[in-house]
């Protein structure tokens, strides 16, 4: 089968399009031929080797999100059968400390013709009929992300929230959701993504750095986790700072006392799973035939992504 291969640590534009062995289904696994997958910052980090404490296993195959058909059922699967169109996320098994420990949902890369995942976890599901092939891939785990951050934040009618890193696929796909539960909705922009974030419900945008003051919540969705001080600064006295970004948030981080500081990570689907975003719309800013994948990873590096990348095999 075709896949994208990382023959050893570096640059994206090192990824090559190779023919490899197609994996098949074990006990509990599934098989699934990828019609759709779209691109997330761990397509670039992993190959890039910038996890020096989860080695990646060579040859290595990239991709986490999904949309496809279910070829093959392994011993004991019961959720899903041959010919079912599925989609969701999973992680490599580069990766497994990461994962769930009870239902660890990981794959051999999405991001080839081909890809085998763990059958029994909340990030996978049926794909229902009104949700498109491209936006069954690009929604998993940017949808998932949004749904977890909103029931984090438990943000009120009344409250003013700022979106650090509106502009991409979580940012794109939680703007709406928060446009509905919050008073004013405050998203960071580049001059170019002002139009799009309004549309998708910002209600004022600013550049990054310029925050204002005196906002209830803040959500940080792009900056390392231990360069939010600006960020901090910008909330009331009581107020919630949620991050997505590593590292862990640590007390030191931010000179503030007087606000909590979180790390929004649903590694189990106990707060979201794949059945929570089907309702939910992502932005897609590219797309890219399979013979592209590569290119579409070195994009999302080194060009301003607005939402999700996919990649289309079919």
């Known amino acids: 089968m075709r896949a994208v291969t990382v023959h050893q640590y570096g640059p994206p ?67 899903f059968e041959i010919g079912d169109q599925i989609f969701g996320h999973a992680v490599p098994h580069a990766l497994r400390a990461m994962a769930s420990k009870d239902r660890p949902s990981l794959t051999s890369g999405t991001l080839a013709e081909y890809a085998v995942f763990e059958a029994d976890t909340p990030f996978l599901t049926h794909r229902p009929a009104g949700l498109s092939v491209e936006q069954a891939a690009a929604l998993p785990t940017v949808g998932v992300t949004a749904v977890a951050l909103l029931k984090a934040a438990k943000i009120q009618p009344h409250e003013t929230v700022l979106v650090v890193g509106a502009s991409g696929g979580v940012g794109t796909t939680v703007l709406p959701l928060l446009a509905e539960a919050a008073k004013a909705v405050i998203a960071t922009a580049k001059p170019e993504d002002v139009e799009l974030l309004r549309e998708l419900g910002a209600t004022t945008t600013v550049a990054y750095g310029e925050y204002p003051a005196k906002v209830d919540v803040a959500l940080n969705l792009v900056l390392p986790s231990d360069e939010l001080t600006d960020v901090a600064d910008a909330l009331a006295p009581g107020g919630r700072l949620l991050t997505i970004t590593f590292p862990v948030p640590q007390p030191g981080f931010i000179d503030r006392d007087d606000v909590s500081f979180e790390l929004v990570l649903d590694i189990d689907g106990t707060i979201a799973g794949m059945k929570d975003v089907v309702d939910l719309t992502a932005t897609i800013g590219r797309r890219y035939p399979f013979e592209q994948a590569g290119q579409a990873i070195a994009d999302f590096a080194n060009r301003h992504t607005r939402g999700k990348s996919v990649v289309l095999f079919e």
């Open 13 to 79: 534009e090192s990824l090559t399009l190779d023919d490899i062995p197609e994996p098949h289904a074990g006990p509990g696994q599934i098989q699934v031929r990828v019609a759709a997958a779209s691109i997330n910052p761990l397509d670039l980090r992993l190959p890039r080797g910038d996890f020096p404490q989860l080695p990646v296993t060579f040859p290595h195959v990239p991709g986490n999100d999904f949309a496809g058909t279910v070829t093959e059922v392994g011993e004991g699967v019961t959720a």
